[in-house]
């Protein structure tokens, strides 16, 4: 184990102030990549998330935030110190994404700066690369890391926070353990060892990636600063056992989280196999985007491989793991940075689970620093200090490459063309521009995107169900109900498809079925009052009065403050024969909506109908 490095003439001072010159240089250089991040909207998962998410509203109780919203597969399921996260950016910003991105950018400086740390005080012990100025080397590598175009997704997409906010504490339980590991005895090592086992259990609650967080930290123990096995056991071994106790909080979130809306597991519709031969690919795909990065690309969609298209990237997997491996023994800094980005990739990039996302650009927020670090060093070490003739260029046409991939989130719309201009084979891609363009009323256009999706998938039930929404509002009826019906062919529990089936079947004059629609919807979904209220309504068409009273009750019972449900259970009693009791409805439905013309103009009608004639 080698002595820090440091030249003879510098003083605590000098370096102190050198610290704060790369600091303020790196701040500089990661403002200056992301400046034009400040302006993007929130885009497709941060909505949810963010937005429409209600536990990040109020900050207190806490047990409220602690308990982001469970069952619809939003990123924030199962994470709650990302979702607190959210609730202090909601507590100062509201739902305005300038602030969201703001802290977005904080959060990844901050991790860069603890990357210049960890850098610079493991390569001044271990002198790698020979000859290199330790803080140009270290701020090189952090530099380069810190204005990477793949950042953009967990940095400018807002809700992928969860990935940037997880690499901060990932580097901080590591820097904390770098400090408390190399102080000398007392205090000082027991807070610096606290602070990396606080920065450990935090990142247990932002994403599960942190699970390797303890595995890497030993093997860094072993790799540069003790001189065995023996030593990290006796000198540390209640430090680990500590670390290894976060593992007891994730396995409970994970739990928890369970199959996180079915966007993980048997119900994303991919087998462990299937994920396994993607992965191989995977890991060749990201080493080359850290290169050369171009596509990025926003939603690579279901990349489906077979075992013979596999195997030589598999290949190519198993030499570089053995590889690392032989490292590890023979040249321990490589090996060290050879197994961070494996042991940092394991937790989405195995077979356990399929998960829609095959591939997903911000999986490379924190190996990356692994591949640039590796990088920079071999630059290093060919042409020693004027590899910044090399690295100064690299840096700059990263940067501007970020600056142009961050205009690509300047809306939905732009974000998903650009997905399905570089994955035109991508299901999904094409199923959410439609939606983007449905929403904004571009109805022809969604529909075609809704059938590229259904020609590529046809059994992606949202995409037709999608499709009959805009058929119907089109005013094509019978190609809107095939829709549907094929929807619900793939999906028979899908209860939104049954609702709008319903009510393009009363829009038909066919009231009957709808009712049967809407009774299965209710069924499906008893929580559903929109479903219960017109079934309320077509019960009542159909002189089925009772009934049609029932449903509005429990309509009201679901959502006590709908007018609409007021006034038509008030319109059903009267019809009963219980017109003090109607009254009384149609008068609540104004209390709910004063300007509900319809409620006053029924009103006023009965009030006219009990004046005796003079």
Same mark, same amino acid.
Not at 397 to 417: H, M, Q
Not at 437 to 456: D, K, P, S, V
């Given at each position: 184990m080698n002595k820090d490095r440091a030249p003879a003439w510098e003083t605590p001072a000098t370096r102190a102030g050198r610290s704060l010159l790369f600091s303020g240089l790196l701040a500089a250089a990661a403002f200056g990549a992301f400046h034009n991040s400040f302006s993007a909207p929130f885009v497709f998962d941060d909505l949810p998330s963010i937005p429409d998410n209600p536990t990040i509203r109020h900050l207190w109780p806490l047990s409220n935030v602690f308990h982001p919203p469970s069952g619809a597969g939003d990123t924030v399921e199962g994470r709650p110190i990302l979702n607190l996260s959210f609730a202090l950016n909601y507590a100062l910003d509201g739902p305005r994404p300038a602030g969201y991105h703001a802290l977005n950018l904080a959060i990844h400086v901050a991790a860069s700066l603890l990357l210049f740390g960890i850098v610079r005080r493991t390569a001044s012990r271990n002198g790698f690369p020979p000859g290199a100025d330790i803080d140009w080397f270290a701020f090189a590598v952090a530099l380069l890391w810190v204005v990477h175009p793949l950042q953009t997704e967990s940095v400018t997409y807002v809700v992928q926070r969860a990935e940037s906010l997880m690499g901060l504490f990932y580097l901080l339980a590591l820097y904390g353990f770098i400090r408390g590991a190399m102080a000398p005895s007392g205090a000082g090592t027991v807070g610096w060892l606290g602070l990396s086992w606080t920065a450990c259990l935090l990142g247990m609650g932002t994403k599960e990636v942190m699970a390797s967080a303890p595995i890497v930290i030993l093997i860094y123990d072993r790799t540069f600063v003790a001189a065995n096995w023996t030593e990290v056991i006796r000198r540390r071994k209640f430090y680990y056992l500590t670390l290894a106790l976060t593992w007891i909080w994730l396995a409970w979130l994970v739990i928890g989280a369970g199959d996180r809306g079915g966007t993980i597991g048997i119900r994303a519709g991919v087998t462990p196999w299937e994920?396994?031969?993607?992965?191989?690919?995977?890991?060749?795909?990201?080493?080359?985007?850290?290169?050369?990065?171009?596509?990025?690309?926003?939603?690579?969609?279901?990349?489906?491989?077979?075992?013979?298209?596999?195997?030589?990237?598999?290949?190519?997997?198993?030499?570089?793991?053995?590889?690392?491996?032989?490292?590890?023994?023979?040249?321990?800094?490589?090996?060290?940075?050879?197994?961070?980005?494996?042991?940092?990739?394991?937790?989405?990039?195995?077979?356990?689970?399929?998960?829609?996302?095959?591939?997903?650009?911000?999986?490379?927020?924190?190996?990356?620093?692994?591949?640039?670090?590796?990088?920079?060093?071999?630059?290093?070490?060919?042409?020693?200090?004027?590899?910044?003739?090399?690295?100064?260029?690299?840096?700059?046409?990263?940067?501007?490459?970020?600056?142009?991939?961050?205009?690509?989130?300047?809306?939905?719309?732009?974000?998903?063309?650009?997905?399905?201009?570089?994955?035109?084979?991508?299901?999904? !891609? %094409? #199923? +959410? &521009?439609? @939606?983007? /363009? $449905?929403?904004? *009323?571009?109805? =022809?256009?969604?529909?075609?995107?809704?059938?590229?999706?259904?020609?590529?998938?046809?059994?992606?039930?949202? !995409? %037709? #169900? +999608? &499709?009959? @929404?805009? /058929? $119907?509002?089109? *005013?094509?009826? =019978?190609?809107?109900?095939?829709?549907?019906?094929?929807?619900?062919?793939?999906?028979?529990?899908?209860?939104? !498809?049954? #609702? +709008?089936?319903? @009510?393009? /079947?009363?829009?038909?004059?066919?009231?009957?079925?709808?009712?049967?629609?809407y009774q299965d919807a209710v069924r499906i979904q008893p929580g559903y009052s929109e479903a219960r209220e017109n079934l309320g309504s077509v019960l009542f068409d159909l002189g089925r009065l009772d009934e049609a009273a029932a449903n509005y009750k429990i309509a009201l019972q679901l959502d006590p403050g709908s007018p609409e449900a007021h006034y038509n259970l008030g319109n059903v009693l009267i019809k009963l024969g219980r017109s003090a009791e109607g009254i009384a409805e149609l008068q609540a439905a104004l209390r709910s909506d004063p300007n509900f013309g319809e409620a006053r103009d029924r009103l006023a009608r009965l009030r006219a109908d009990a004046i005796p004639n003079r």
């Open positions: 994920y396994a031969l993607c992965q191989s690919r995977a890991i060749v795909h990201y080493i080359r985007l850290c290169i050369w990065p171009q596509p990025l690309i926003f939603d690579y969609g279901k990349d489906f491989v077979g075992p013979l298209t596999a195997a030589p990237y598999a290949a190519i997997d198993v030499a570089l793991i053995a590889g690392t491996g032989w490292a590890l023994r023979r040249r321990p800094e490589i090996g060290f940075l050879g197994a961070a980005f494996f042991l940092i990739l394991v937790p989405t990039s195995t077979f356990v689970g399929g998960t829609r996302q095959m591939l997903a650009e911000h999986r490379m927020y924190l190996p990356s620093a692994a591949a640039i670090a590796l990088a920079v060093a071999a630059i290093y070490s060919r042409v020693g200090r004027r590899a910044w003739w090399l690295i100064a260029p690299c840096a700059l046409g990263l940067a501007a490459t970020t600056i142009v991939r961050n205009e690509d989130y300047r809306s939905n719309l732009a974000i998903y063309s650009d997905t399905v201009a570089k994955r035109p084979g991508n299901s999904w !891609a %094409h #199923y +959410n &521009l439609g @939606n983007i /363009l $449905a929403a904004e *009323g571009r109805t =022809a256009e969604a529909i075609r995107r809704f059938n590229a999706a259904i020609r590529i998938d046809a059994r992606l039930y949202q !995409a %037709h #169900y +999608n &499709l009959a @929404n805009s /058929l $119907a509002e089109q *005013g094509q009826l =019978a190609l809107a109900e095939a829709s549907y019906r094929t929807a619900l062919v793939l999906k028979p529990n899908y209860a939104k !498809a049954r #609702y +709008n089936y319903g @009510n393009l /079947l009363v829009q038909m004059e066919r009231k009957q079925e709808a009712m049967e629609q």
